[in-house]
């Protein structure tokens, strides 16, 4: 496998500058990819510091066994899990920061047989962890038009779903769809190109990359845990992508935020005293996007969103 050799770390400097990372302090890295932010973290970590960092991704392990540094832990496993381990190496309520850069690397996407790109030709595969669930290409052949385009809608927010949903079935009473760029094709035919700046297959090829690995389910469940896990002043810090993801954030944060949304007038009804629950445990810190230099840089950062939170104590 190439590596992809201009891997930039996103929102890196700010990430780093928002962890505000105690020397002899206990982060988690949940999203390892080649390792760029934790690199700079275990930079700031002293003595009794120490950094766990995840990845499902298991061609990552190479990158980690890179990083020679006694202070440093990679676990092979999905976030998901993260509270099974905070358990296990007794963290649980002692971890400083948590961070989560989400979605895939470019490692990832430029890698043909993993089957990411709509412009590179591969198996049409999308699996994270190659060696867990089915593939795109076992999904896309056996489900009925109607969950094809239900997914699509969903986790793409495609307006051209059903169109989309009918062509592949129609293409797949001839042969079985198993590469990206037949795929890709397929889309294109239904989608006209004209005046759109992304590839007509950005949104379908994100919608069943979301569904294969049940991305969205994972950040709901750790976002979850995350409370259960920080210590109190930790800080979570979590890198979003799309929209979908970015919702899910920023409902997770206000949900579960102290900052008070007193409503104007008086009196105030049963329904939102409930909603002043003084119970909340998070303030929500920053919203931060890359800089134009940062962008021009790397193009793929523009569409990350920073959002910073910190656990108070209750
Ligand atoms: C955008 S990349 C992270 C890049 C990394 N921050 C760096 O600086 O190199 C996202 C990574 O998260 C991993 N990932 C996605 N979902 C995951 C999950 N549920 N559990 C663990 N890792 C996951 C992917 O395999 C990928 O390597």
């Known amino acids: 496998m190439k590596i992809y050799k201009n891997h930039v770390s996103v929102l ?24 760029g932010h934790s690199k700079n973290i275990l930079k700031k970590i002293k003595k009794n510091g120490f950094l766990y960092s995840f990845d499902k991704d298991p061609n990552t392990l190479k990158f980690s066994k890179k990083i020679e540094n006694k202070n440093f832990h990679f676990i092979n496993d999905s976030f998901e899990n993260l509270l099974k381990y905070t358990k296990k190496f007794n963290i649980t309520k002692k971890v400083n920061g948590i961070l989560l850069d989400l979605g895939i690397s470019k490692n990832q996407i430029y890698d043909k047989k993993r089957g990411f790109s709509f412009t590179l030709d591969g198996p049409l595969d999308m699996r994270i962890n190659q060696n867990i669930g089915i593939s795109a290409e076992e999904w896309i052949n056996k489900s009925s038009e109607k969950d094809i385009c239900k997914i699509l809608k969903k986790f793409g927010e495609e307006r ?14 001839k042969k079985k769809i198993k590469r990206t760029l037949e795929l890709s094709k397929i889309i294109n035919n239904v989608i006209s190109n004209k005046n759109r700046k992304k590839n007509p297959s950005t949104r379908s090829f994100q919608a069943i990359r979301i569904y294969i690995n049940k991305e969205l389910k994972s950040i709901k469940k750790i976002l979850k845990d995350s409370l259960k896990i920080l210590a109190p002043n930790g800080r979570l810090l979590v890198i979003s992508f799309n929209s979908l993801e970015d919702k899910i954030i920023k409902k997770f944060m206000k949900e579960n935020s102290m900052n008070l949304n007193i409503p104007i007038k008086l009196p105030i009804t049963n329904k939102e005293v409930k909603k002043l629950n003084y119970n909340k445990q998070l303030k929500i810190l920053k919203k931060i996007k890359p800089k134009k230099k940062e962008i021009k840089k790397n193009p793929s950062s523009r569409s990350a969103i920073l959002r910073v939170a910190i656990l108070k104590k209750k």
Do not use: M, P, Q, W
Not at 16 to 30: P, R
Not at 162 to 173: D, E, G, M, V, Y
């Open 160 to 173: 051209f779903s059903k169109n989309i949903a009918k062509s592949i079935i129609k293409h797949r009473r």
């Open 12 to 35: 890196l400097k700010e990430v780093i500058k928002n962890l505000k990372i105690k020397k002899n302090g206990i982060y988690i890295d949940c999203t390892f990819g080649l390792g």
